[in-house]
Nanobody, 125 residues
Framework: QVQLVESGGGLVQAGGSLRLSCAAS????????MGWFRQVPGEEREFVAA????????YYADSLKGRFTISRDNAKNILYLQMTSLKPEDTAVYYC??????????????????WGQGTQVTVSS
């Protein structure tokens, strides 16, 4: 089992930046892929970005490419999401997720088998 704990959310003005962190613990050696998703109450969970845990391949939602950057520190088992030029429509609960599966679709939530509790990001206009 992998446990995930997000941090770094908060309130920021439009145009500002935030960096989210996700600390992974437990059987991290089994992780192949990690990702970020976000969800607004009443709406479907939305893919944000993903990264191969021991490689260089990254995946982004087309609408967020260029503003959001995913990265990781393997030595510390921490996943990051750097968010810049934030907009009010980026307001959501952001979740990190981990997958042990080496195939599938990184952009789909069903790919992942461990999730964090989420961290709220609120962007004011």
């Amino acid at each position: 089992q992998v446990q995930l704990v997000e941090s770094g959310g908060g309130l920021v003005q439009a145009g500002g930046s935030l960096r989210l962190s996700c600390a992974a613990s437990g059987r991290t050696s089994s992780v192949y892929l990690m990702g970020w998703f976000r969800q607004v109450p009443g709406e479907e969970r939305e893919f944000v970005a993903a990264i191969i845990w021991s490689g260089d391949m990254t995946y982004y939602a087309d609408s967020l490419k260029g503003r959001f950057t995913i990265s990781r520190d393997n030595a510390k088992n921490i996943l990051y999401l750097q968010m810049t030029s934030l907009k009010p429509e980026d307001t959501a609960v952001y979740y990190c997720a981990a997958s042990r599966t080496g195939w599938g679709t990184p952009k789909k939530g069903t790919q992942y088998d461990a999730w964090g509790q989420g961290t709220q990001v609120t962007v004011s206009s």
